[in-house]
């Protein structure tokens, strides 16, 4: 008997990019059908953008991220797993990977402003932007304090801590032994608790959990990006 329409029953986030995912779906991913890169696009493009905003500080930065990332998952398409293991920590993989591209592409255009002469002066909007100088603080503080982390270290506290990645998924995204991304995130809370003013850690995380837990603690929603996705 068939199912009336009214009762069909909508595929959730996880059916749909997770392990339950629904049985053609991965084969048209990797076959390049523009609708199911739309679903991808659909249930993963929050988590993306919300790990972009970690790793570059900056809103429009991150949605380049998110843009460039879906990008280069559609030129991989071909090596989506096709035995269902989740896709949220592949692209997130391609997310970091997209981030390092731009911070280095920042840094050789930041070099070549440098060489050119100082613009002239502009008005002062100041009062423009009042409702947003809180956030700017906040933003700034954690930004200097990630700074003084190597490049691995933030890495982890995105993936683990703002990204609510267990280690091994981390492990895999970042193509790293799951030992390394222990030690990294141990380190990166070490330096971070010496950094931030009265014990505070960027915005929401905990950080690694004690013991042997698989996961790490599910951060607070914090400024302007609510940490997005399911695992």
């Given amino acids: 008997m068939g199912i009336c329409p009214q009762h069909a029953r909508e595929p959730n986030r996880n059916e749909r990019t997770g392990r339950d995912v629904e049985p053609n779906l991965r084969a048209r991913l990797r076959a390049g059908d523009p609708d199911a890169f739309g679903l991808l696009f659909d249930d993963c493009a929050h988590a993306v953008y919300n790990l972009g905003f970690r790793l570059t500080a900056n809103w429009s930065a991150a949605e380049e991220v998110v843009s460039l990332t879906f990008l280069e998952a559609w030129r991989l398409r071909d090596g989506i797993d096709p035995g269902g293991e989740p ?3 592949w692209l997130l993989g391609i997310a970091v990977n997209v981030a390092r591209n731009l911070a280095r592409a920042s840094r050789r255009h930041q070099a070549a402003l440098g060489r050119l002469p100082s613009p002239p002066p502009v008005p002062d909007f100041a009062d423009e932007l009042a409702g947003r100088l809180d956030d700017a603080v906040r933003l700034r503080e954690v930004g200097q304090a990630l700074g003084a982390l190597h490049r691995g270290e933030r890495e982890v506290i995105a993936l683990c ?3 609510d990645l ?4 981390a492990a895999r995204a970042l193509g790293v032994p799951v030992g390394t991304v222990r030690s990294r995130l141990s380190r990166a809370r070490r330096k971070l608790r010496k950094l931030v003013a009265a014990g505070r850690e960027p915005a929401g ?3 690694q959990v004690p013991g042997d837990r698989e996961h790490v603690a599910r951060p607070a929603p914090a400024g302007p990006a609510d940490t997005g996705g399911n695992r």
Avoid: Q
């Fill in 166 to 169: 267990d280690y091994a998924t």
């Fill in 205 to 207: 995380g905990r950080g």
């Fill in 161 to 163: 801590v703002w990204s």
């Fill in 87 to 89: 896709l949220r920590p």
